[in-house]
T-cell receptor, first 111, second 113 residues
Framework: NAGVTQTPKFRVLKTGQSMTLLCAQDMNHEYMYWYRQDPGMGLRLIHYSVGEGTTAKGEVPDGYNVSRLKKQNFLLGLESAAPSQTSVYFC??????????FGPGTRLLVL | GNSVTQMEGPVTLSEEAFLTINCTYTATGYPSLFWYVQYPGEGLQLLLKATKADDKGSNKGFEATYRKETTSFHLEKGSVQVSDSAVYFCALRLNQAGTALIFGKGTTLSVSS
């Protein structure tokens, strides 16, 4: 039982490049979330999903897209990376919106 | 709007000192309240939670009581250890299905021996 895993752990992008961050959970949770963590800002919600095939915007969705084609996976895409998207990205999942379980994070540096 | 405010850090303590990290919230309705801990280089782990007024959450010697009258959820520990050095986040969740957590900005705790 791995819990929540994230791929990759670290990535460097040039401005304008695209990439996809993968989140996978093996707890059969309905709800999944993507947050970004920036110094002095805490964690802010980017997008979330309440079930397979559904997604919704969070507090800071601009510049990101998401997909939840399978219940266990939640993908976060950056179509054209910008330096302002340099951050640590955390995925989380929960069952019926209760306690959220977090992945180890992905550090992204956009040059 | 809904928000969480926690004390600015960093907090620097000696081993066995008493710890308090203040957290207050603004929310509609009756949220659930959480403390998460993030050790260096890791993701967030749930430390404790409380789902209704006057509930006390506790874990690993840490405690926090849900105070509706003061809209607070202060984290306390009677005797900190070096291994408690981490970033602590207070968070709330509105009691609606699927809602995400709203976090405070985090408080860095550094404990020295």
């Amino acid at each position: 039982n791995a819990g929540v895993t994230q791929t990759p752990k670290f990535r460097v992008l040039k401005t304008g490049q695209s990439m996809t961050l993968l989140c996978a959970q093996d707890m059969n949770h309905e709800y999944m979330y993507w947050y970004r963590q920036d110094p002095g800002m805490g964690l802010r919600l980017i997008h979330y999903s309440v079930g397979e095939g559904t997604t919704a915007k969070g507090e800071v969705p601009d510049g990101y897209n998401v997909s939840r084609l399978k219940k266990q996976n939640f993908l976060l895409g950056l179509e054209s990376a910008a330096p302002s998207q340099t951050s640590v990205y955390f995925c989380a999942s929960s069952d019926r919106g209760e306690t959220q379980y977090f992945g180890p994070g992905t550090r992204l540096l956009v040059l | 709007g809904n928000s969480v405010t926690q004390m600015e850090g960093p907090v620097t303590l000696s081993e066995e000192a008493f710890l308090t990290i203040n957290c207050t919230y603004t929310a509609t309705g009756y949220p659930s309240l959480f403390w998460y801990v993030q050790y260096p280089g890791e993701g967030l782990q749930l430390l404790l939670k409380a789902t209704k007024a006057d509930d006390k959450g506790s874990n690993k010697g840490f405690e926090a009581t849900y105070r509706k009258e003061t809209t607070s959820f202060h984290l306390e520990k009677g005797s900190v250890q070096v291994s408690d050095s981490a970033v602590y986040f207070c968070a709330l969740r509105l009691n609606q299905a699927g809602t995400a957590l709203i976090f405070g900005k985090g408080t860095t705790l550094s404990v020295s021996s």
